[in-house]
């Protein structure tokens, strides 16, 4: 019997495996340039750390969690975002006692069940930021210039940085009652998912992609009129520490993010690259889930960055020709009886930190040399008895095409030294 992967999952296969790892690489030298420090956490919790954050009136926690009952009955959920998960461990860890603010950054596998597209599946994953303890709007614009500086260090140019108020609990009721109002008013025009939402949560119609919801909720009344004078000072300020980096951005009233925790900030970054579905990153302020998850009052904010619809964006730019060109070598055994010497030259140079590899099938030397070539080693080495014999060894530079001849004993040095350099070292004898 042959088994697929299920709907929805994809395998990594090593080329995109690559650029995954490239892509998270520089995430983490970035972050950690931003004082932000690595956390792990499990890939499922309690239901209740979602439904309690996410919100019960959003389509994550109604339709797509993956949810099950474990052998003691206990109901646990697959994450499918991060923040929550970071959250309870703040919580969970004391991590409040620590020096404020806490600031964290993860990457891993998240799961929901949806639709699956282009960039977007059952399984995906993310890499996200966590600022917690600090309500100053210079951590809201360090988030959203973190997250503007990781795209311009992977390739990315043509962005639109999208930016919004959410309020807070001094003035968010009162627009939502408004924005009730309105949609009541218009309820023959909305789709039976957003008649739903009119009383479950009326900032949910704002994530419609039915057109006739839309062309409702472009003329509701928006959210950035109504802000009391605390958060208004708040975004202000954002504003103008965007503005000082010389940051382009266009706000937008409508731009609410899909999960319930959010206040005052909200941002979205969007690619021409991706087509409809442009979102590549976003986030937000969430200054009331700590208290949600039973810790002292403390604010944060966030963002997470779906890694497939980046990679899809970095490669559509052309920008992984810029992925760190690696030196590593093959060694083309050119006679059985010397299989031996050369396992041993393997090592040596793996010592030096050279990646290096070295054929295990039996190929033909002209084997060998077609199967270094298709897997781009950098530079292939000639070993067979005469080279031995004489202690020198050709070097073919796959790259240049330029071939050199090292002594034996010098080979590890010369290699490490190119490794460190990229230069070629001195006293080699280029042959014609």
């Known amino acids: 019997m042959r088994f697929y992967a299920p709907k929805g999952t ?16 520089k995430a983490s030298d970035l972050f950690e340039k931003y004082e932000y420090e690595p956390i792990v956490t499990p890939i499922f919790e309690h239901t209740d750390v979602f439904q309690r954050a996410i919100g019960t009136s959003t389509d994550i926690v109604q339709k797509e969690m993956y949810t099950f009952e474990d052998k003691g009955g206990r109901s646990l959920t697959l994450r499918p975002e991060g923040t929550a998960p970071v959250i309870r461990a703040y919580v969970d860890n004391n991590m409040n006692q620590m020096p404020q603010p806490v600031k964290l950054y993860y990457t891993g596998p998240m799961f929901r069940y949806e639709r699956p597209q282009a960039g977007r599946y059952r399984q995906f994953f993310q890499l996200g930021v966590e600022a917690i303890g600090s309500d100053d709007p210079a951590i809201d614009a360090e988030s959203i210039l973190l997250m503007i ?11 639109t940085l999208y930016i919004n108020s959410m309020g807070c609990e001094n003035d968010r009721p009162k627009y939502v009652e408004l924005l009730k109002q309105y949609a009541i008013a218009h309820e023959q025009e ?96 969430y200054n009331k889930l700590v208290e949600e998850f039973g810790g002292p009052p403390t604010p944060g904010i966030g963002f997470a960055i779906g890694l497939e619809r980046l990679t899809i964006a970095v490669e ?11 030196t590593d070598a093959f060694i083309a055994v050119a006679d059985k009886a010397v299989k031996e010497p050369a396992v041993n030259l393997l090592y040596a140079l793996r ?26 080693f950098r530079y292939t080495i000639f070993l067979g008895p005469q080279e031995l014999e004489t202690g020198i060894v050709q070097v073919k530079d796959m790259k240049t095409s330029e071939q050199y001849a090292i002594k034996l004993n010098e080979l590890v040095d010369w290699l490490s030294n190119i490794v460190k350099s990229q230069t070629m070292g001195s006293g080699v004898t280029k042959q014609s």
């Open 351 to 376: 010592g030096a930190g050279i990646a290096t590899d070295i054929d295990y099938t039996g190929r033909s030397l002209k084997g060998q040399l077609k199967y270094a070539n298709k897997k781009g």
């Open 190 to 285: 909305l789709c039976k998912d957003c008649r739903k939402r009119v009383e479950l949560n009326p900032l949910r119609l704002f994530d419609c992609k039915e057109e006739s919801c839309r062309r409702v909720m472009e003329h509701a009344p928006k959210i950035t009129d109504y802000l009391d004078e605390d958060c208004k000072n708040h975004f202000n300020a954002v504003r103008r520490y965007l503005d000082m980096q010389g940051v382009q951005y266009i706000i937008k009233p409508e731009l609410v993010r899909g999960l319930d925790y959010y206040t005052k900030t909200t941002f979205e970054v969007v690619s021409p690259l991706l087509g409809a579905q442009n979102a590549i990153g976003g986030g937000g302020r």
């Open 316 to 326: 559509k730019e052309g920008a992984f020709v810029a992925m760190e060109e690696k």
């Open 149 to 159: 500086d990781y795209f311009r260090s992977v390739g990315l140019k043509e962005l």
């Open 10 to 25: 994809t395998d990594i296969l090593p080329d995109m495996a690559k650029k995954w790892r490239y892509l998270e690489r």
